[in-house]
């Protein structure tokens, strides 16, 4: 039995909104990567668009399980503890898992300087394996997220100290945020607090990764 | 002394280059004007051909020359969107 997180009953549907936000922002991320990718043909800019649309549909998906948990659960409890995952969409609960995965093990892999397939195979693999192969596979899912992001987090900060501007600031505070979002989620299993900070939080570093690329698009529109 | 270009940086130099020779270019001239060693202006013209930003063209004297394409052309025309999103995005390509 794996106890994934606790979820206040008035933040449902707050929580599917956050979800479908963020879903939203991950496509439009994905999308204006693709565009800059068709422009340059360059693969690290293509893994970056791969990435974020991987970390799209994994949102789409959680948001999807969370309602049908709403559908499904008696409403008349304290909170919603959500256990027995092999009853409640566990197509959808590792679906969301993998996807959200392979996304953030792209996006890392997608600023790494040297590449081959066999590297990102390795990578991928070893994360999936390590979910897959947990007594605690909800742990093991946010242990490994948490990890994921903070390479990010790391890459983001360096980046700006090598060259310093207000949008990898922004890049870097966005990761910084998410990083701090998935420990929040870690904990979600013990308190739902936890879950509503990890879901703000996580939800404010997507909409300052939107405000940058608002940013970049209104930067980059050609002289006239 | 200026900073260490990016390849993105280089690839716009290089086209900016052909663009301002009226569309077309030899190799030489590319050399003497884009600061760049032979064997990585040859990889970047390679580089160039595959993304089909450019192509290769061989004189009657059997000389090549390049020329820009519309891809090329689209390049230079949305660098700016380029540079601003790899620069935020942390991707020095």
């Not at chain 1, 959500?82 to 093990?105: K, N, P």
């Not at chain 1, 997608?110 to 390590?130: E, M, P």
């Amino acid at each position: 039995m794996v106890q994934l997180y606790l979820i206040p009953e008035w933040f449902v549907n707050i929580s599917i909104l956050m979800e479908l936000i963020v879903t939203l922002v991950a496509f439009g991320i994905a999308f204006v990567s693709w565009r800059v990718y068709r422009i340059t043909n360059e693969r690290d800019i293509q893994l970056f668009s791969l990435g974020f649309l991987s970390i799209a549909i994994s949102y789409l998906l959680w948001s999807l399980l969370n309602w049908i948990m709403l559908k499904h659960v008696e409403l008349n409890i304290e909170a919603l503890r959500v256990s027995r995952i092999e009853i409640l969409g566990a197509t959808l609960l590792i679906s969301y898992f993998a996807l959200f995965v392979i996304g953030w093990v792209t996006l890392n892999y997608a600023t790494f300087k040297s590449k081959g397939i066999r590297n990102y195979v390795l990578l991928v693999g070893l994360a999936l394996l390590t979910i897959y192969l947990s007594a605690n596979k909800a742990t093991a899912f946010y242990i490994a997220t948490i990890f994921l992001s903070m390479i990010m987090m790391a890459h983001y900060y360096l980046e700006y100290f090598r060259k310093k501007n207000v949008r990898r600031l922004l890049t870097f505070f966005s990761f910084l945020l998410i990083f701090i979002s998935r420990a929040e989620l870690f904990f979600s299993s013990q308190s739902y607090a936890h879950y509503i900070a990890g879901h703000s939080i996580e939800m404010v570093g997507y909409i300052i990764l939107l405000v940058n690329l608002i940013i970049v698009m209104k930067n980059g529109q050609e002289k006239k | 002394m200026g900073k260490k270009r990016s390849k993105l940086e280089i690839i716009h130099d290089i086209l900016q280059l052909i663009r301002q020779k009226s569309g077309r270019i030899k190799p030489t001239h590319i050399l003497y004007k884009s600061n760049l060693s032979y064997s990585m202006m040859s990889d970047y013209l390679e580089e160039l051909i595959g993304k089909g930003f450019i192509k290769q063209i061989k004189l009657p004297d059997g000389k090549n020359t390049y020329e820009i394409t519309k891809k090329g052309d689209e390049y230079l025309a949305k660098y700016r969107l380029v540079m601003e999103f790899t620069d935020s995005f942390g991707l020095n390509t």
